[in-house]
């Protein structure tokens, strides 16, 4: 496993430097440019060729690329055209609460899916099936956004449970737990609605996964040696029927993370998805393309974790 582990991280090197090439290339052949953004009409040509020299927009593309590849080994990811801040700085604002938002909302769409899957498996072909595979269709035919304004219509601006937006309330003196409380209340609705758009696709394959896994000769003879039901279920066909959910959890981990950027420009959640968009509207391309980087780096992450645990989850697996 260990040298498993060595190769794939090794062969992630080439396929990240290929992908910065990429991204690096398409950002640079946007209409205009990076330097049709920091161009201000007011400046003057002395100003100009200042912007110009400080964010190295007047060298060839292949070296303006090698000078942003060799910062960005060493964690400068260069300035904001709109801030000037540092773009580490920003992400580093912006990612713990993106890493809330997009934590709990994995982590609740994954317990869900696999507590439906399981029920709708073991009640197949009764009404409690068909109502679960009903509102998996509903969740999946349901855009993101959309299902986050009427999350906010119905339970923020009708019903008044929830605040509609934001991170927190703007109350002050308020003590540390009630300020805990108070970012749980903002949490809440946001969290779900990512969660359900992939609760509803996940629990469907962990059904087709469990009813194949229940057929099996080996439950069969479980049954026949007498173990019970929740034990069967939980020690002998969850860890294998879990395997197939692995993988396509790891194969929508792309999806997860653009329905978080989504779910944060309704829920105004003042994320790393939020400040993509902001940056994407406003050109800002130093801070896309460290964002974007970032992205690849953690697909290529998950889905290694995703093979680590297949291994976990079945000791017959194994990688030489």
């Known amino acids: 496993m260990g040298r498993y582990i060595i190769r794939r991280l090794i062969q992630a090197i ?3 430097f290929l992908i910065s090439i990429a991204m690096f290339g398409l950002i640079h052949a946007l209409p205009g440019g990076p330097a049709a953004v920091i161009f201000n009409p007011h400046l003057t040509a002395a100003g100009r060729a200042a912007l110009v020299a400080k964010f ?6 292949p070296v303006q690329y090698l000078k942003w590849l060799s910062q960005m080994l060493v964690g400068n990811f260069g300035y904001s055209f709109q801030t000037n801040q540092p773009v580490s700085q920003i ?7 993106t890493l809330q938002l997009f934590g709990s909302a994995l982590v609740l769409a994954l317990i869900l899916a696999i507590i ?4 709708a498996a073991v009640r197949q072909g009764s009404i409690v099936d068909y109502t679960l595979m009903t509102l998996s269709y509903f969740g999946i035919a349901m855009p993101v956004f959309v299902l986050g304004l009427i999350a906010q219509n119905v339970f923020a601006v009708q019903l008044h449970w929830f605040p509609p937006s934001g991170l ?3 109350i002050f003196g308020m003590s540390p737990f009630q300020s805990f409380l108070d970012h749980l209340d903002h ?23 469990m009813i194949e896994v229940v057929k099996q000769d080996y439950m ?16 002998h066909a969850l860890r294998n029927a879990v395997i197939p959910l692995i993988t396509v959890v790891a194969i929508d981990f792309g999806s997860v993370a653009g329905g978080a950027a989504i779910t944060e420009g309704v829920f105004a959640w003042p994320g790393m998805g939020l400040q993509f968009l902001d940056s994407l509207d406003r050109r800002d391309y130093p801070v896309l393309l460290a964002m974007l980087l970032l992205s690849a780096v953690f697909v290529i992450s998950f889905n290694l974790i995703a093979d680590i645990l297949y ?8 990688y030489s």
Request: proline share 11%; aromatic share 8%; net charge positive.
């Open 220 to 235: 069969r003879t479980a049954r026949a040696k007498g173990v019970s039901p929740i034990p069967l279920l939980i020690k």
């Open 187 to 209: 949490l809440f609705m946001p969290m779900c609605v990512l969660a359900v758009a992939f609760i509803a696709g996940w629990s469907r394959y962990m059904r087709s996964s």
């Open 91 to 97: 992400i580093a604002e912006r990612f713990p609460n």
């Open 14 to 16: 080439p396929l990240l």
């Open 116 to 119: 439906l899957g399981i029920i």
């Open 56 to 61: 190295g927009l007047n060298d060839p593309l």
């Open 311 to 318: 291994a976990v989850m079945d000791p017959r697996i194994r």
């Open 168 to 170: 927190s309330s703007p």
